[in-house]
């Protein structure tokens, strides 16, 4: 009687273990589906952050049953991965403007013109359909409520912010972001040296620190630590979405943009092609949009055919016409003589 209950005993330990590694390898597979879960797949090189490149993927994998194989770059590595593949590994590239204009002129992609890349308007995108805008990111004044309680009208253009007699301003250091340094050589190349180095020179002397990332003059004009921030848009939505007290003004005399898009790499196959153009369009669909802003991340989108778009008060506001096409050199040279006679005068 003992030994068969020992056996009986034993025979349902064994039970219980395989219910635990039956459940668990259940449990890995649902969290990780293998390969074949997806009907197929695609290579996207990027420049956009990590963070907006995986909210994307794994909203696309789950919408449409696509692997997609985001690899990050800097702007430099991935124009020599494109350049030097004799078999292109990606079929599409999401990067900032400024990398598509690139790799076009260099003739690493081929033309691709949707319904929806038709009604983006001309400034966002290259007109013969070598690469398309999906979203933008303008520089706005981002003022704190109180502040601007206390003043009798809304300094709304580059000269009335400069003007401000005792306003604190809250500014990201031009040589520590790309979208800083993006308005500094656009307000070069749209106002001119004099009237650029003018409006700085005013601003100087108001800023309380220059910082060193995006987000920072924003978080400083919520808490009150300044009064007026210089910053990208995204920045001042996430955190007016988080119940700080700010107040966007859109600069009448215009403003800069970092415009992020697509291009569709020549060379690959038609496969690979037709799961490309399927992903750029979906890039300027509001499920694109609601993947980023379910994850706090806030762009403008190119597409007028979007609820987004249509929901977007500020889509009239004025851009900046000129492009600043700088060389690595001359954008060094010219951040240089802001160092010189601006920051460190």
Known sequence: ??????????????????????????????????????????????????????????????????????????????????????????????????????????????????????????????DDGYWTGVWYDPVVFCYNQDYLKTLPRIPDNWKSLSDLPEARIGVTDFLASDAAANLFCSMLTEFGDARTFGIWRNIHPHVVQYARYLSNPVRQAGMGE??????????????????????????????????????????????????????????????????????NFYLLPTNPGTMAYRRFPGKNLQLFTQIPDFTPQQKHDALDRWVKQVRFE
């Open 226 to 295: 300044v009064d007026v921030a210089v910053a990208v848009e995204s920045e001042t939505l996430r955190y007016l979405h988080d119940g700080y007290p700010l107040r966007i003004v859109y600069p009448t005399d215009g403003t800069s943009f970092i415009l992020t898009g697509t291009g569709i790499v020549k060379g690959i196959s038609d496969r690979q092609r037709v799961e490309a153009e399927a992903f750029a369009d979906w890039l300027l669909t509001d499920d694109a949009q609601l993947a980023l802003q379910s994850n």
């Open 1 to 126: 009687m003992a030994l068969r209950r020992y056996v009986s005993l034993a025979v349902t330990a064994l039970l219980l273990l395989a219910v635990v590694i039956v459940g668990t390898a259940y449990a890995v597979r649902a969290k990780h589906p293998p390969e074949s879960h997806f009907q197929a797949e695609i290579t996207v090189y990027t420049t956009i952050p990590q963070e907006h490149a995986a909210a994307l993927a794994a909203a696309y994998e789950k919408q449409e049953h696509v692997r997609v194989h985001f690899v990050n770059l800097t702007a430099d590595d991935l124009l020599k991965k494109l350049q030097s593949a004799k078999k292109p590994e990606a079929a599409l590239v999401l990067a900032d403007s400024a990398t598509l204009r690139t790799a076009s002129a260099a003739g690493a992609f081929q033309p691709y013109i949707s319904e929806s890349g038709d009604q983006v308007a001309e400034e966002f995108r290259q």
